[in-house]
């Protein structure tokens, strides 16, 4: 592996924000120098070309596949902004990242780099084998590169870290009346009591959209999704900042490792992102690496 070349390293958020510059309707939701969060509101004007262009292969097949064009605009976009972030983490261009998924029921991860695609972008043929370059060539191992999306209506959230797990989720805050069963299914016990009055008013449904969007989150940070117990974790809304816990049981991560955040998406939807584990050092990207693409 090369390493990589001299000079002032970026966080993770300043790379990401770099990205964003000319999408007026993404902003960047959550920042820290190992993890950033970007969220998107669709528009109907919006061209589709920029996100297609990203997505390609049998990956752009699956999601032509969806029937309902909205679905699949959404889809599209959505894997778009993956792309976007970790081209914006790896220097890499965002059409050359292929997802792999390590076994059986194990999360998706953005951790090849497609040599082709690679020399397309920068002004070549793209003739090769179509091999994977060494991944982290030059930036360190992408395998250390976390990459989760989530949508819903015309939201579109995308997180990347390094060194750690990520999981998001977003949920537009819709009133149906089924909410108080599926309530009694997510919550561990102690949460539904603490649940406001009255299933169905807005604060009920406000904290009902708040641990959702919390627990689903923080299983998809730990790769199971909705296979996993939400009753298994306990949102805490009584604080300033919400938190979250694991329920004590034998496979439980300790409270430390598992940071949740709040994002900002509006007062129609309720979103929200979960890292695992100790924060890592800087993500190793340097100036002369980012002007490499540009």
Known sequence: MNSAPNGPTL?????????????????????????????MRLQPTDPPALWA?????AERARLDALIAPADRARSVAAHGLARLLWAAATGYPPQAGRWVVPGSGAKPRLARVDAAAVALAQGGTG??????LDIGDGVG??????????????????GVALGRAIGVDVEVVRPTP?????????CDPIEYAAMPPSPGSPAWLDAFYRRWVAKEAALKARGVGLAGDPQALIVDLAATTARLW?????DSLPPAD????????????????????????RWPMTTERLAAWD
């Open 11 to 39: 966080s993770l958020a300043a790379l990401a924000a770099r990205q964003l510059e000319g999408l007026p309707t993404a902003w960047l939701a959550f920042a820290t120098d190992d993890a950033a969060v970007a969220v």
């Open 141 to 158: 191992a992408l395998d250390d590169l976390d990459v989760n999306v989530a949508h819903s209506g015309a939201l579109v959230v995308c």
């Open 53 to 57: 262009s990203f997505v390609q292969g």
């Open 178 to 186: 089924d909410l108080d069963e599926v309530a009694r299914k997510i």
């Open 127 to 132: 003739a090769s084998d179509g091999g994977a």
């Open 258 to 281: 598992l940071a949740l955040a709040e994002l900002d998406v509006g007062p129609a939807a309720r979103a929200a992102v979960v890292l695992l584990g100790a924060a890592p050092p």
């Open 246 to 250: 694991p329920v004590p049981q034998p």
